[in-house]
């Protein structure tokens, strides 16, 4: 049957249509979302801060509760977009920051996301909840919709990919050869600012088009 998972040499092979809208907005109702910090993540923070030009065209894929998307429009970063599959993280997001703009928040699967251009894209949880059969079509699509010399940041999780998620792991190893074929890679590296629970869970990176 559809969306039933199995097992294929070690790892759970499910089927990622079990990741669909239903999926994710249930997970939102039943605030079933074990990697929410409740704030910022401090290297996402610590990255922004860095940054001058707030002319930019910045995209978070997966809202969650849009501690990031909210920091980077309340920090003058005016063209901010937001996509997820879901519509109650994108509602959240206009009741607490009423004036972030309703036609920067998409409500559609980022694969068929037709909004392009972006000259940074910010990644902080959303590849790990995508099923991993999907993580060369994400590589594919982040390319595509970034301008080019566009840069894609932000952070992977450092620990065994198992059939345990989402959230799901991976390795330094793996990201850099799933990502060198069509990025630059600046940056893959333990974050050294973790918060304390995911101190040695996550990989910082900075890849350019």
Request: include cysteine; proline fraction near 7%; charge should be negative.
């Amino acid at each position: 049957m559809a969306g039933l998972p199995r097992k294929t040499g070690g790892i759970l092979k499910t089927t990622w249509m079990m990741f669909d809208k239903a999926y994710w907005e249930s997970r939102y109702k039943e605030r079933a979302m074990g990697w929410d910090i409740g704030n910022i993540s401090t290297p996402i923070k610590t990255y922004i801060d860095q940054l001058s030009d707030k002319a930019q065209k910045i995209l978070v894929p997966g809202a969650g509760h849009g501690y990031e998307a909210m920091y980077l429009h309340n920090s003058g970063f005016l063209e901010t977009y937001v996509v997820d599959i879901a519509s109650l993280p994108l509602q959240h997001i206009r009741e607490e920051c009423p004036d972030f703009p309703k036609d920067h928040l998409l409500e559609t699967d980022f694969f068929e996301l037709e909004e392009g251009g972006f000259d940074l894209i910010l990644e902080q949880t959303f590849f790990c909840a995508l099923h991993p059969s999907q993580r060369s079509d994400y590589a594919k699509k982040m390319f595509d919709i970034l301008k080019p010399g566009g840069i894609l940041a932000g952070l992977f999780f450092n620990f065994p990919l198992t059939s345990s998620g989402p959230p799901f792991g991976g390795s330094l190893e793996e990201y850099q050869k799933l990502f060198e074929k069509k990025f630059r890679i600046h940056t893959l590296e333990p974050a050294y600012n973790s918060i304390p629970p995911r101190q040695g869970k996550e990989l910082f990176f900075i890849f350019e088009k």
